[in-house]
């Protein structure tokens, strides 16, 4: 029996407090091979609308005791680097990150302090192998998804008309989502007049408020361009899946990803996908189920406010503050936007995400989680840090 903690934030909707929360519920389950308790940064609110059975189970691992883990699990931003209480304890961190370059401190300290690192795909751990870490270190782990709520079952709208052609855009206004891209392009894209409307769910409740309505009332106001609806609402997963499942098509023309949890969710739903290439979204997004955004490199500075990427004065890997990032073409997204609206055999496009079974489930990805926290806790060696 193998004693985990998981260490981190689990009560909101924020993508890493999603996967907390749905990594602590797979491996409650096994309770042959793991004894579970969790050690969260935040508190539950209602607010925030999550499912009150999963809120129940978290609540229950809440923990209660002194007991010393020998596996410690940390999913925060930025990440924790206090040792453990124990030094019987190995601690594995789970860390996304969305651009070419990592935060030097990262890879210094992982190669000190961490037993394994976690990251969501193989293009976030091809940066962290170029930054230096130790190959046996590093786990590749996809985030996952719930088919019970994420599916094709047919359900009436409820925050827009589906009988238009419904884009829909998930995300925030950070320069790194490329939401400014998707907005100059629908300007140009649609008219009023097309049978055709923008959905953007925007976050503003995590990632700061924003004058984002403004923009596009003043868009909708002077341009003749097709229908925007703007929501930054907290919503609960069965709201968004109503959303997804009543889009036709997800748009997601990123600059910087970890991963993209609402692309595999909206077509796990049957929604179209229309996606950056050369990142990680490929992974898990096969050519044939969707778009791919014809995509350059871009050098860039990441200590630039405008990016948001990291703060002034903070190191990165590699050496200097500039680094590539993707640049999708505005033409292409275009282009493509309008083939998958007016292609006269569309139906057959979205039959083919209908058909795609993704193998990503939480339930799958639990039992990874498990895997590794085996291979980590087996290995004979002492925990990496030093005291």
Not at 70 to 80: F, L, N, S
Not at 197 to 225: A, R
Not at 356 to 377: A, D, F, L, Q, R
């Amino acid at each position: 029996m193998i004693t985990v903690e998981i260490l981190g934030k689990f009560y909101d909707n924020h993508s890493l407090a999603i996967v907390n929360r749905k990594i602590a519920l797979e491996l409650s389950k096994h309770v042959d091979t793991i004894k579970l308790f969790i050690t969260p940064l935040d508190k539950f609110t209602p607010s925030q609308k999550l499912n009150k059975d999963e809120i129940k189970i978290l609540k229950s691992l809440e923990k209660t005791s002194e007991e010393e883990p020998d596996i410690q699990i940390r999913h925060t931003y930025p990440p924790m680097w206090r040792f453990p209480v124990s030094k019987k304890t190995k601690v594995i961190y789970i860390q996304p990150w969305e651009y070419s370059k990592i935060p030097l401190e990262w890879q210094y300290k992982w190669e000190n302090f961490a037993d394994a690192v976690i990251t969501p795909s193989m293009w976030t751990g091809d940066k962290y192998l170029d930054a230096g870490l130790n190959p046996e270190r590093l786990h590749i782990i996809p985030n996952g998804y719930d088919p019970e709520i994420y599916n094709t079952d047919p359900e009436d709208s409820k925050f827009f008309d589906s009988k238009k052609f419904t884009f829909l855009f998930v995300g925030n206004h950070q320069s790194r989502k490329g939401l400014d891209i998707l907005i100059n392009v629908w300007k140009d894209a649609f008219v009023k007049a097309d049978n055709v409307q923008l959905f953007i769910k925007d976050t503003p409740q995590i990632y700061g408020h924003n004058n984002l309505l403004s923009q596009i009332l003043n868009l909708q106001y002077h341009v003749d361009c097709g229908k925007i609806i703007y929501n930054s609402d907290l919503l609960s997963d069965k709201d968004m899946a109503n959303i997804y499942k009543n889009s036709k098509v997800v748009v997601h023309p990123y600059r910087g990803e970890g991963f993209g949890m609402h692309v595999q969710e909206s077509v796990a739903c049957g929604a179209f996908p229309i996606i950056t290439s050369q990142g990680p979204t490929e992974e898990f997004i096969p050519q044939e189920i969707g778009f791919r955004i014809n995509t350059k490199r871009k050098i860039v500075d990441l200590t630039s406010p405008e990016l948001f990427a990291i703060k002034p004065g903070d190191s990165l890997s590699n050496m200097g503050g500039h680094a590539w990032i993707l640049d999708p073409e505005a033409e292409h997204l275009k282009f493509n936007m309008r083939l998958i609206y007016s292609h006269h055999e569309r139906k057959k496009f979205f039959d083919k995400v209908k058909e795609y079974e993704n193998p990503n489930t939480w339930e799958n990805v639990g039992k990874k989680y498990v895997e590794t926290i085996m291979s980590v806790h087996n290995k004979s060696e002492n925990p990496r840090r030093e005291y």
